[in-house]
């Protein structure tokens, strides 16, 4: 069975930090990309970042280049993401996602997301 959860939100004041984790199960991890999205109350689901397990290459939406930084511990089957310099907008539901590509539109896995609340 495909699991993907999510750990590590949480609120934080603005300018702090969190890691987020997530850890994966029930599939060749070293296959597949993982992506970090997020949902704000009201707003579409955004990509956040995403990295190739296999190459360890990796994107970042704007709004998160240089405050986040997406790795992975395939030792672990784990990603994780670290968000520096948090704003009240990265407020939402936190979730990892698994695909063959970043650049994939259907990703294939969902975890069950991570609250994160940013207060200003």
């Known amino acids: 069975e495909v699991q993907l959860v999510e750990s590590g939100g949480g609120l934080v004041q603005a300018g702090g930090s969190l890691r987020l984790s997530c850890a994966a199960s029930g599939f060749t991890f070293d296959d597949y990309t993982i992506g970090w999205f997020r949902q704000a109350p009201g707003k579409e689901r955004e990509g956040v970042s995403c990295?190739?397990?296999?190459?360890?290459?990796?994107y970042y939406a704007d709004s998160a280049k240089g405050r986040f930084t997406i790795s992975s511990d395939n030792a672990k089957n784990t990603v994780y993401l670290q968000m520096n310099s948090l704003k009240p907008e990265d407020t939402g539901v936190y979730y990892c996602a698994a695909d063959l590509t970043c650049l994939s539109t259907i990703y294939d896995y969902w975890g069950q997301g991570t609250q994160v609340t940013v207060s200003s």
């Open positions: 990295i190739s397990i296999s190459d360890g290459s990796t």
